[in-house]
């Protein structure tokens, strides 16, 4: 269902269509010779990505992947019933974010103060912080925000006494700080979910019982509202083996105990939530935390990498790459999204050539970028599927800065002044990598540009 974004939020979105792409963004050095662009100008004048404009190697998106995995992604919550925060320090793009929220999303996940700051400057109304908050000065801007803006909707994790009582004073200074300014604008309290983790995971209690005790800390504080329990199962493991989905299954289950024992506490006001769910395991989360227990709790992913998808990491691991195993029909289907263009810049011997793209413009953290196709120069004509071949027997052995290493077969007539499109692995440390990434429709017109803000 479609969602109406908030005026500010709508403004601030628009804006950016009319932001300048300068010489400085990669990718757009010759299309910006008489000067700036914008993303409403290439809406407007539809370059071909191939037409000698863009100076590769370019990171493109393609708009039926990013926009069709976002209505998918929307339609498995609804027929679900879960509500759905996705993770924004994926994407660091609010066009993006907007996007899944005109889709429906509950709200927006960030992992720091700092992308709650961004994605406050364009107005984002409810944003979770998923981790814990322990720097003064956070806290402090957080108390700030939440007294100048009746409708920003906060959340955070805790999973320590520490934890709690140094939120608390921070929250309680920002008070007195603010009454001795003559500020008549109250405090108010954010919500905090007790974060469940695992012996030798990262942060979060080690039981259910130290949850629970973090969950009455809380209770008795003035600058934290109970709002529910929350975990991350995407830890756990990184392959989809029984003894990974089976410890998975019982981490959701210990979460789901946790969220029935903190929802009865004084102060776990209306309904409590439980929030799980990275881009991988997410059919699991559901599964789990939505089985009868008590009380309905509120339950919201925050899965992110699933807006692009990818050829590597999330193909094997998401629902959909599960095969045989994914139950009746309810999972969604994601399309990758991403694509590298680069060219070939030598063949120095059989066997191999070397492409213009390296670590500065590729993620490479989980798995080496996947050839797709390749293609004379001048790219592929109007339809994507034409005058482009599989480059079967190909791979990226190593990366170096600016230089990928491609393995061919002896008798591969790949020449410099070739053209490899490049599928991706993880999303997450591919975002980061551009300040700024066409879009392109199905015929490679770039029609868009999205900013990215990390």
């Excluded at 601030?12 to 100008?41: H, N």
């Excluded at 000698?52 to 998918?72: T, Y």
């Excluded at 939440?146 to 006494?161: E, G, I, K, N, T």
């Excluded at 992110?304 to 599960?322: E, K, V």
Aim: charged share 20%; proline share 7%; net charge negative.
């Amino acid at each position: 269902m479609k969602s109406v974004l908030p005026g500010k939020l709508q403004a601030a979105v628009g804006a950016l269509s009319e932001r300048p792409v300068a010489v400085t963004d990669k990718g757009f050095g010759r299309l910006t010779r008489p000067g700036p662009v914008s993303a409403g100008r290439l809406a407007l004048t539809r370059p071909s990505l191939f037409g000698g404009d863009f100076v590769l190697p370019v990171m493109v998106l393609r708009e039926s992947a990013v926009r069709g995995n976002i209505q998918s992604m929307a339609d498995y919550c609804a027929a679900a019933g879960v509500q759905l925060a996705p993770h924004g320090k994926t994407t660091m793009a609010p066009q993006l974010l907007a996007l899944q929220l005109e889709a429906g999303a509950w709200g927006v996940t960030a992992a720091t103060v700092a992308q709650v700051q961004v994605f406050r400057s364009f107005g984002m109304p409810r944003i979770l912080v998923a981790n814990e908050v322990t720097d003064r000065a956070a806290i402090e801007w957080l108390a700030d925000e939440l007294a100048a803006d009746p409708d920003f909707d906060c959340y955070c994790f805790v999973d320590s006494l520490a934890g709690v009582a140094l939120f608390d004073d921070a929250m309680q200074a920002a008070s007195s700080r603010r009454r001795s300014a003559g500020r008549a604008d109250p405090i108010r309290p954010v919500r905090a979910l007790v974060e469940l983790g695992r012996p030798g995971g990262r942060a979060g209690c080690r039981s259910v019982d130290e949850a629970v005790t973090v969950a009455k800390a809380v209770s008795a504080t003035s600058g934290l509202r109970l709002a529910g329990a929350a975990g991350y199962e995407g830890s756990i493991g990184h392959d989809d083996s029984e003894a990974t989905l089976t410890a998975i299954a019982e981490f959701c289950r210990d979460l789901r105990r946790l969220g029935t024992l903190v929802s009865a506490l004084p102060g776990c006001e209306g309904d409590y939530i439980l929030s799980a769910g990275g881009s991988a395991y997410f059919d699991i989360v559901v599964r789990e935390l939505t089985a009868p227990a008590g009380a309905a709790p509120t339950v919201i992913l925050r899965s992110g990498a699933y807006i692009s998808h990818d050829h590597g990491f999330y193909q094997r691991l998401s629902p959909g790459g599960r095969t045989g195993r994914d139950g009746p029909a309810l999972m969604p289907a994601f399309t990758p999204a991403f694509e590298l263009w680069a060219s070939v810049l030598s063949r120095p011997e059989p066997g191999l050539a070397i492409i213009g793209a390296g670590r500065h413009d590729v993620a490479f953290d989980q798995d080496m970028p996947v050839p797709l196709r390749i293609c004379p120069p001048g790219g592929p004509p109007a339809v994507p599927s034409a005058g482009a071949s599989s480059p079967h027997g190909m791979r990226i052995s190593a990366l170096d800065d600016q230089h990928g290493y491609l393995r061919v077969p002896a008798d591969a007539t790949l020449a410099p002044g070739d053209l490899v499109c490049l599928g991706i692995s993880h999303p997450c440390t591919n975002f980061d990598k551009w300040r700024v990434i066409p879009v392109v429709d199905d015929g490679y017109r770039v029609i868009d540009a999205v900013h990215t803000f990390f």
